[in-house]
């Protein structure tokens, strides 16, 4: 520093003195926001004189101090009062406050508008800036609210991400012990050309509106139905709705078999909608399903009746007093019956997405039905600001989504290994792993991960998250626990170590992930809040409370990419600031339960900031230089670049850090 300084010095004077037109260069204030921005205003100060005092008094005493009266509050009377060439404010407080007649002289403080977005739900959002527990997002904000080009990989059930409509698992079937069609939801025909279903299990629905405002008496819905489930894991339903789908009514309710004399056979069955005389219904059989597939159709392994997975529905009738209003025999095909659609989630409109891909169902459109993989993306990166719902981390991030896991939440190590690579190859600067294996699987267990997760992080650069697991042992479950990934564990709204979060040695960070406590008392559960959808792809009728490592990852996926996003780069650089910045838990230090502490979202972005680097661009230089000059010895500072003794004004100690960090 010393062989610098005398140097520096001497370039700084010529800049200043020699008067160069640098001023407007000065400062951007949209990005140097908290650390930069003037705290008072420059050339003038508030004075109230004391009442009743001559308006002749006033002058005289302001022209013995060569001012002169800006502005007179119209209600306190208070006056703005402009400086002369050469006087900063806190002298001329100083000696206003000295004259007998003036009752207060102060500095006109400036107040900055911090960004808090008008999502109308972001109150519920402890996760983000709890003094606790909270990631400490709204001044991170000021520096960025990210990049649409850092591209942000979620690897997971899929995201929400478009309007789609799915495949067709609902099919009309001449089913073999019968003579005509029925509606059958099931999979694996080698008649259709293309599979139709998903590979590891379904959630479906049949859907038709009814009118029923011209309704009389008694009204009855019928079906004959026949069924074969794996009892407590697979689920059929019929259910209605009166307000165009927003929520629904459980009529029927199904798993097992379907059984006439100790047979699988068809039964019939009916449900009472006379309570929805007078209103415009919508009808459906809904069904779920955790099967790889089903063989009822005769296809598969056996030809006959004898797995689980599949349910067929024949002669729908409705009918009231007056007669029957609709029968269907389904001879005649689908109709006016809808199957399931997928949806963009309405809070995900603003976000940026590029194309992913669904190693479920080997196709590019790789949309969410389980609404796991939808609620991680939004705490990366909910449309924000937009006046709907919540608000996300990186915001201005893409989002990759990457299906990997089904509609019950599970996958394979090839899908995932897939997964990984598919975002390492097509982009993707962060990818986030909400899943992991059972703790006692071993990176030899799996090779094609291990190799996967290997080549994302060394020849590709991807930071790679993932959650601990929700098993509440000692040891960090894969892919959490490879050394290539930051293992993320979960904190209660407290600030301590949540009961399921997994620890350990391989443990790095710990972010929010909630529990079942209220403790904010605002009447919820403290679990992390984000839209998803519910029963089916295109339930936005709620926004959803979640707990879990799976939602403390994506904090530490967001704030990663909010670093990438002012210039950091490199997986190594990152976790550097991610770990160094982090609010330390637990004993001193790196612990098993807390790993370096609770991620920091401000500290991290401000890790890598150097003193005196005005434009954030990783380097001081003449740029910043011009910047100082500009500020240093004039009427009042516009910033102040010597932290942690910052002291609201620009002189030579701040020349000498500037001076310091030199390029």
Known sequence: MKRKLPALLAAFLLLYFAEIGFAGLAVRPARLRAAGRPRWVPNEIVVKFKNGLPKNRIDRINQRHGTSVLYTSPFAGFKRIKLPAGRTARQAVELYNREPDVEYAELNYYAYALFEPDDPLY????????TLAGINIEPAWDITTGDPNIIV????????????????????????AYDGNSWWCGMENPDWPRSPGYGNGWKDYLQHSFDLTAATGTVTLSFWHRYDMESGYDYAYVEVSSNEGISWDELKTYTGRSKVRGKVAWVGDSA??????GSVILLRFRFNSDEIVSDEDGHL??????????WYIDEIKLEDDSGTLFYDDVESGPGSWETTKYEQAPDLAGTPFVAGYDFINDDDHSNDDDGHGTHVTGTIAQSTNNGLGVAGIAFNCTIMPVKVLDCAGSGTAASLADGILYAANNGARVVNMSLGFSPDVTPADIPAVTEAVQYAYT?????????????GVGTVSLPGAYPEVIAVGAVHSAGARADYSQYGSQLELVAPGGDSVDRNGDGYIDGVFQQTFGDVPTDWSAYWF???????????????ALLISTGVTGPDAV???????????????WDEEYGWGLVDAYAALNYYHIPGDF???GSVDLDDLRTLASNWLGDEPLVDIAPPERDGIVNFLDFAKFAENWN
């Open 272 to 277: 009472d909608l006379t309570t929805y005389k």
């Open 123 to 130: 109150s519920y959002q402890w996760h983000f800036n709890d």
């Open 459 to 471: 020849e590709k650069g991807c930071i790679l998250v993932a959650a601990s697991g929700n098993d």
């Open 301 to 310: 392994y056996v030809p006959k009746f004898n797995s689980d997975g599949a």
């Open 546 to 560: 979640y707990t879990g490592t799976s939602v403390s990852a994506p904090h530490v996926t967001g704030i990663a």
């Open 615 to 617: 434009d954030r661009d």
């Open 153 to 176: 990989a979620v690897i997971d059930t899929g995201v929400a991400y478009e309007d789609y409509n799915a495949p067709d698992h609902w099919h009309i079937d001449t089913y073999k």
């Open 575 to 589: 976790r550097e600031a991610l770990q160094n910045s982090a609010r330390d838990l637990g004993t001193d230090g």
